[in-house]
Nanobody, 124 residues
Framework: VQLQASGGGLVQLGGSLRLSCVAS????????IEWYRQAPGKQRELVAK?????????ADSVKGRFSISRDNDEKKNTVYLQMNRLKPDDTAVYYC?????????????????WGQGTQVTVSS
């Protein structure tokens, strides 16, 4: 199982970016998918989360600016993070994470998987 995050880049204050997180491999189901970020010298923080049912939650710092969504085609196992009105404080490496479910003949395995991170830099 692999999570691939992409879409980061350099953008000016007030600009927008859309991050993508694609899960691939042996996947029977995915619970919530989350986006985290980690700025230099700071702890990793949860930015947004979307459940299997489509319920979304956001950190206070990004509410009203960021939007998390799942691809309409569930088979794509893709989640997006639309980031608008970006600020320099949003500069960080963004990671996606998901609890991947694998159904085996004698057990069900749920494992936390992380993407490799994508750099977002917002200049003032």
């Amino acid at each position: 199982v692999q999570l691939q995050a992409s879409g980061g880049g350099l953008v000016q204050l007030g600009g927008s970016l859309r991050l993508s997180c694609v899960a691939s491999g042996s996947i029977d189901s995915i619970n919530a998918i989350e986006w985290y970020r980690q700025a230099p010298g700071k702890q990793r923080e949860l930015v947004a989360k979307i459940t299997k049912g489509g319920n979304a939650n956001y950190a206070d710092s990004v509410k009203g600016r960021f939007s998390i969504s799942r691809d309409n085609d569930e088979k794509k196992n893709t989640v997006y993070l639309q980031m608008n009105r970006l600020k320099p404080d949003d500069t960080a490496v963004y990671y996606c994470a998901a609890d991947i479910i694998q159904i085996r003949p004698d057990s069900t395995v749920v494992a936390r998987n992380w993407g490799q991170g994508t750099q977002v830099t917002v200049s003032s």
